[in-house]
């Protein structure tokens, strides 16, 4: 097959991932309940770079600790009695479950409690419809740094451009708003792991060794050229190379 041909291939494996990893998430919901939203994006954020059953265990435990105090009439007053102690609660019960001898690290906590920051000083604490109404206004690029500590001075503690472009490319896919995002800036909704790298990599659309941000552009490019949404060979690439054994079998039958 010629790469094109790969690359929709490859494309086409996200009808899987969005019927296996979206299908939970209402946009109705989400946009309606900040706390929703906001256990959303930290279903994002927590995936750091390591394996995917760490960064789950450790999602399960922060949601473990907040769905008690969030997920339940008068969240919106119990966040701002909260912020005024600085987290303080929270902060000591992430404490005893997440960080050396545990699982996960002590920034994962600091990821959390600025996350709280975060949301607290949205306009109805929801990072959701905040960042859809940015994105459909066409800020999308300014959003994506603005949520980046490291571009950021009020971003958040561990978002960089990977979580930044996996919490927006999923939540442009619920949204059905990714005609909104310009192709110059389709790289906001690229997130780079390893199995998106190895892949890129294999079909030589970068060199090995190439930085994430060439390997973003080059993704980008090549999807441009072979008419398909380089969202959607993104979402492919990782469902692919995180079950390329369960397909092998699959393909064996």
């Known amino acids: 097959m ?25 946009r109705g919901h ?10 959303f994006f930290l279903s994002r954020a927590c995936f750091q ?9 450790v999602y399960k435990r922060v949601r473990a600790v907040l769905h008690p105090i969030f997920g339940r ?8 009695r909260l912020r005024t102690r600085r987290w303080a609660p929270i902060q000591r019960a992430l404490d005893k479950r997440i960080g050396k001898g545990k699982i996960g690290k002590s920034r994962d906590i600091d990821m959390v409690l600025s996350s709280l920051d975060f949301v607290s000083r949205l306009p ?22 603005d949520l980046q500590r490291g571009e950021s001075p009020g971003g958040i ?13 999923d939540l442009v896919c619920i949204y059905g708003c990714e005609d909104c995002v310009p192709g110059r800036l389709a790289f906001c909704l690229q997130p780079i792991d390893v199995w998106v790298r190895k892949i890129a990599i294999h079909l030589e659309l ?23 949404s380089a969202l959607q060979f993104n979402q492919g690439a990782w469902y692919a190379g995180s079950h390329a054994f369960d397909l092998l079998l699959e393909r064996l039958g």
Do not use: H
Not at 49 to 57: I, K, M, T
Not at 160 to 168: D, Q
């Open 73 to 80: 009439v008068g969240s919106s007053a119990r966040l701002g």
């Open 49 to 57: 770079g390591r394996r995917d059953e760490v960064s789950e265990a």
């Open 157 to 169: 503690v561990q978002v960089g451009p990977k979580i930044a472009s996996f919490f927006l490319r």
């Open 2 to 26: 010629m790469n094109s041909e790969l690359l929709r291939t490859i494309a086409d494996f996200s009808k899987r991932y969005r019927s296996e990893m979206l299908i939970d998430f209402d």
């Open 30 to 39: 989400l946009g309606a309940d900040w706390w929703a939203a906001l256990d």
């Open 206 to 228: 970068a060199e090995q060794g190439a930085d994430d941000d060439r390997i973003r552009e080059a993704i980008v490019a090549a999807c441009r050229k072979a008419g398909i």
């Open 124 to 145: 109805k604490l929801n990072i959701v419809t905040y960042s859809v109404t940015r994105i459909r206004k066409g800020e999308i690029e300014d959003l994506y740094y």
